[in-house]
């Protein structure tokens, strides 16, 4: 696999070019080798409760709902639980179930000046992935697909 530094710059490139408005988005696989090589680096899962439960759990990932179960209502203490349980110095990468929910999670912590999070990225693909042609996830992209750890609740 490639150094941090070479791993860093390539999210931040893809940021770049998808002008995203935190430093950059990671593949899984990037994203768990940066958990390897970055000491005090944060993987956040922005799933929620239910997700966690009944899809399964990423060992070491903080979790911290974007949007409460059930309704989907943005979590309006999402930047307070942040800041409570992670360094707002290190480097913070935002998982949810295929991308979405992570980036927007990612651009309220970079835009949020009192949240102070310099070093904020997404994790592309998630942890399911895209839907396949049979409508099904776990196939085609994400963290379980791409065989990295997970634990079943």
Not at 5 to 30: M, V, W
Not at 63 to 81: H, K, S, T, V
Request: one cysteine or more; proline letters at 5%.
């Amino acid at each position: 696999m490639a150094s941090l530094s070479d791993i860093i710059s390539a999210a931040e490139q893809r940021g770049e070019a998808q002008t995203l408005p935190y430093n950059g988005a990671l593949l899984p696989a990037e994203a768990a080798e940066v958990l390897r090589k970055a000491p005090g680096a944060c993987l956040v899962d922005v799933r929620t409760r239910a997700e966690w439960d009944y899809v399964g759990r990423i060992p070491g990932a903080v979790q911290i709902e974007w949007q409460r179960y059930p309704g989907g209502q943005l979590n309006p203490d999402f930047i307070a639980e942040l800041k409570a349980r992670v360094d707002p110095e290190a480097l913070v990468m935002f998982i949810c179930r295929s991308g979405a929910r992570s980036h927007a999670a990612a651009a309220a912590a970079a835009a949020a000046a009192a949240a102070g999070y310099a070093q904020a990225f997404n994790v592309l693909e998630g942890f399911e992935g895209d839907k396949d042609r049979q409508g099904h996830r776990n196939t085609i992209g994400g963290w379980r697909a791409a065989g990295l750890p997970w634990v079943q609740s």
